[in-house]
């Protein structure tokens, strides 16, 4: 089992709808968990980072998080062309005191 | 605040020379992380620096070295360079070591031939 797994996709959402992006993990002691926006030929950037059960909300963006069934998720709301990206999704591992990423779900919005 | 920087942005070797990256992270951040992304391996950890010491080591071989500075800028070397090092070499920093929040610079792109 992959330490952080997520579909590779391509996920292809019509513009102004959700975009549901998941991401599970292996470590039941992780505490801190992050999703990154990566455009083509770009570096990742910080989108969201959550630590509590739950969701939370930043503009369009909510991350939800349930420990307990070791999964993490992004939502997307009111999908734009500019949504189109790949997500990475990472988790702190701390019996190893570090960052693990997935290796990505590409998405596009389409018109 | 200004970002990470990394430099050279763009670089060219050719197989058997060796190779220095240099990290500046944001102002006050005191650890740097060092990945490698390829398209078929996506994003693998080579290690991570905290106040000058090498706190976290990634599975590659020990042509992959790095070092940080007490102005907590970093350096990442590779020797005898091959031709599956070509890739995009990221620098992520963080205020402090761990699993915390990382912000990633432009990255430097290497092309070894």
């Known amino acids: 089992q992959k330490e952080v797994e997520q579909n590779s996709g391509p996920l292809s959402v019509p513009e102004g709808a959700i975009a549901s992006l998941n991401c599970t993990y292996s470590?039941?002691?992780?505490?801190?968990f992050f999703w990154y926006r990566q455009y083509s030929g770009k570096s990742p950037e910080l989108i969201m980072s959550?630590?509590?059960?739950g969701d939370k909300e930043d503009g369009r963006f909510t991350a939800q998080l349930n420990k307990a069934s070791q999964y993490v998720s992004l939502l997307i709301r009111d999908s734009q062309p500019s949504d189109s990206a790949t997500y990475l999704c990472?988790?702190?591992?701390?019996?190893?005191?570090?960052?693990?990423f997935g290796s990505g779900t590409r998405l596009s919005i389409r018109p | 605040k200004a970002g990470v920087t990394q430099t050279p942005r763009y670089l060219i070797k050719t197989r058997g020379q060796q190779v220095t990256l240099s990290c500046s992270p944001i102002?006050?951040?005191?650890?740097v992380s060092w990945y490698q992304q390829t398209p078929g391996q996506g994003l693998q950890f080579l290690f991570e620096?905290?106040?000058?010491?090498?706190?976290n080591k990634g599975n590659f071989p020990g042509r992959f070295s790095g070092r940080q500075f007490s102005n907590s800028r970093s350096e990442m070397n590779v020797s005898t360079l091959e031709l599956g090092d070509s890739a995009l070499y990221l620098c992520?920093?963080?205020?402090?070591?761990?699993?915390?929040?990382?912000?990633f610079g432009p990255g430097t792109r290497l092309t070894v031939t």
């Open positions: 992520a920093s963080s205020l402090v070591f761990g699993e915390r929040e990382q912000y």
């Open positions: 470590d039941r002691g992780s505490q801190s």
């Open positions: 959550i630590y509590s059960n």
């Open positions: 990472a988790v702190g591992y701390s019996s190893a005191s570090k960052i693990i």
């Open positions: 102002s006050g951040h005191r650890s």
């Open positions: 620096y905290f106040s000058e010491t090498q706190r």
